[in-house]
């Protein structure tokens, strides 16, 4: 047969079809269009019991990104984040009262004042880690709780609520009032899930597309992960824009002015300024450490204050909180393992459950305590069991993430010798998957169980419908202990804690990732 002929028989190319949505996407854009609506529209067609249980709900969304942010991001349990929203609460009453301003004007007014207090005291408490963290928010909170009880305009520490006059400046009617208070709180909540989804979409995604270029393995994958907002960047002449015409000419000039700073203070340094700065330097350590030992004295002051029943219950506390913990690892481990490495290996089922996954991971766990606590309150275990599984609610996403991303960075020259040499499932898991998802395994338990410590303190003690429901733990004792102004049994918890994370990392934790970097690395 001719060339021709060949030609002939070959038809036109099929037309390139673009496709801007499907059907599953447009389901559910039009849900999430009815359910905004549905509930901007509450006030109208709610009561007011409704509304109360929703702004609830609005503001855990909103306390809670804070605890995904401190135990996601950095693992770190803190048992004095109460500080900055009673600071914040505290300014806008003094704005509305003293100022004579609008709660609704108060408010951002009062969100300003409160983070130019909160980022120096935040930026030194950053610069500790583990125990060390966990003390010293305990020892910002006694502080500030400290100083309002000195100040008899915020009600000495105890709280103090709005007068009438400065409420109803809010709105004329009650309604009004609580219609308005419900929206500023969905706002809220809309804005936190926002950044979250605007930071996946601008910031991870993008960053885990262009680390795919850096995974080790000889044979190409065939699929990718992709990030449409990299790809456009990569297009256009953005990027290269930027360095070459802002970041490269500023870096120069800021590393010149250093430069000229540096030989300019050798020049005009004189020769006893290192003895002053040592000198100095050891004048603010003496401060430093003088501080911190009166603080150690006034601990030792109010351990010493503690009865046996109260010792006891410190013991027994902490014994319940650690099972609670390791429970929740636990279980969480059983089923993120086998769910993250099936969505980690098949391109095909991490389009459709990876956004799933991350937008039920993006609702704090907190938001959704009271649905939890209307469920299993009524199982036979009360408080015990449902402690369990609002920790499971703070943990599990930890665990899948990391699980995930360990499973995708299984090279897939590895995987298709296993296919190749007819490997078992039982032998491709055994000699395959979980050696090489180890290292991450240990990441994510390492990170869910601060973030299990830490949402044992609301797990185990919780306000809700105008009651207080609360179980033995750890964390209960802490919150408890808040709420009455114990304060030496709020440092005895806080510090038995504190120590039981510290063995744990020692004793379990680090042996854990020596053994992950010395076993189970994957090395060209």
């Known amino acids: 047969m001719s060339a021709s002929a060949k030609d002939k028989d070959v038809g036109p190319p099929p037309k390139a079809r673009v496709v801007h949505s499907t059907l599953s996407s447009r389901i559910g854009m039009a849900f999430w269009i009815v359910l905004t609506a549905a509930l901007v529209a509450l006030p109208y067609w709610g009561d007011r019991q409704m509304m109360r249980l929703a702004t609830e709900i609005y503001s855990f969304v909103a306390l809670a990104s804070l605890w995904n942010f401190l135990a996601g991001y950095a693992g770190l349990v803190s048992v004095g984040q109460q500080t900055f929203v009673g600071l914040g609460g505290y300014t806008l009453y003094l704005c509305a009262l003293w100022a004579g301003l609008n709660p609704m004007v108060g408010l951002p007014l009062a969100g300003v004042i409160g983070a130019l207090i909160s980022v120096p005291i935040v930026l030194l408490l950053l610069k500790l880690r583990g125990a060390y963290f966990t003390i010293g928010s305990w020892v910002v909170a006694e502080v500030f709780l400290q100083i309002f009880q000195l100040v008899p305009a915020v009600g000495g520490g105890s709280g103090i609520s709005l007068p009438a006059k400065v409420v109803q400046s809010i709105a004329a009617s009650r309604s009004g009032r609580e219609s308005l208070i419900y929206w500023i709180f969905l706002a809220l909540a809309v804005a936190v899930i926002g950044v979250i989804v605007l930071l996946d979409q601008l910031v991870w995604r993008p960053v885990i597309a262009w680390?795919?270029?850096?995974?080790?393995?000889?044979?190409?994958?065939?699929?990718?992960?992709?990030?449409?907002?990299?790809?456009?960047?990569?297009?256009?002449?953005?990027?290269?824009?930027?360095?070459?015409?802002?970041?490269?000419?500023?870096?120069?000039?800021?590393?010149?002015?250093?430069?000229?700073?540096?030989?300019?203070?050798?020049?005009?340094?004189?020769?006893?300024?290192?003895?002053?700065?040592?000198?100095?330097?050891?004048?603010?350590?003496?401060?430093?450490?003088?501080?911190?030992?009166?603080?150690?004295?006034?601990?030792?002051?109010?351990?010493?204050?503690l009865s046996k029943p109260q010792v006891l219950e410190l013991l027994l506390g902490a014994a319940a909180t650690f099972a609670r913990v390791e429970g929740s690892l636990l279980l969480g481990a059983l089923w993120t393992i086998p769910v993250g490495v099936a969505i980690g290996l098949s391109p095909r089922l991490a389009r459709i459950a990876q956004p799933i996954v991350q937008v039920a991971a993006s609702v704090p766990a907190t938001a959704l305590f009271p649905v939890v606590l209307l469920l299993l309150l009524r199982l036979r275990g009360g408080m015990g069991i449902t402690a369990i599984a609002l920790m499971l609610l703070g943990t599990q996403w930890y665990i899948l993430f990391n699980v995930i991303a360990g499973a995708m960075a299984i090279p897939s020259d590895l995987r298709e010798v296993a296919q190749i040499y007819g490997f078992s499932r039982w032998e491709r898991w055994r000699e395959l998957i979980l050696p090489a998802i180890f290292p991450y395994l240990i990441t994510g338990l390492l990170t869910a169980s601060g973030g299990a410590w830490n949402a044992s303190i609301v797990?185990?003690?919780?306000?809700?419908?105008?009651?207080?429901?609360?179980?033995?733990?750890?964390?209960?004792?802490?919150?408890?202990?808040?709420?009455?102004?114990?304060?030496?049994?709020?440092?005895?918890?806080?510090?038995?804690?504190?120590?039981?994370?510290?063995?744990m990392n020692r004793l379990v934790w680090r042996r854990l990732y020596r053994l992950a970097e010395t076993r189970f690395k994957l090395e060209t």
């Open 459 to 503: 797990a185990e003690y919780f306000h809700f419908g105008g009651r207080t429901l609360h179980t033995i733990g750890l964390g209960s004792i802490i919150s408890r202990s808040t709420d009455l102004g114990q304060m030496d049994v709020l440092l005895a918890a806080t510090l038995l804690m504190a120590i039981i994370v510290v063995v």
């Open 211 to 305: 680390a795919d270029k850096f995974k080790m393995e000889s044979v190409e994958a065939v699929s990718a992960p992709r990030s449409g907002v990299l790809t456009v960047l990569r297009r256009s002449g953005v990027p290269a824009a930027i360095h070459d015409h802002l970041i490269h000419p500023v870096s120069e000039r800021l590393l010149a002015a250093a430069c000229r700073r540096e030989a300019a203070s050798e020049i005009a340094a004189p020769k006893h300024s290192g003895a002053a700065r040592k000198w100095l330097g050891r004048v603010l350590g003496f401060l430093v450490v003088a501080v911190l030992a009166w603080f150690a004295f006034l601990a030792a002051k109010r351990l010493m204050l």
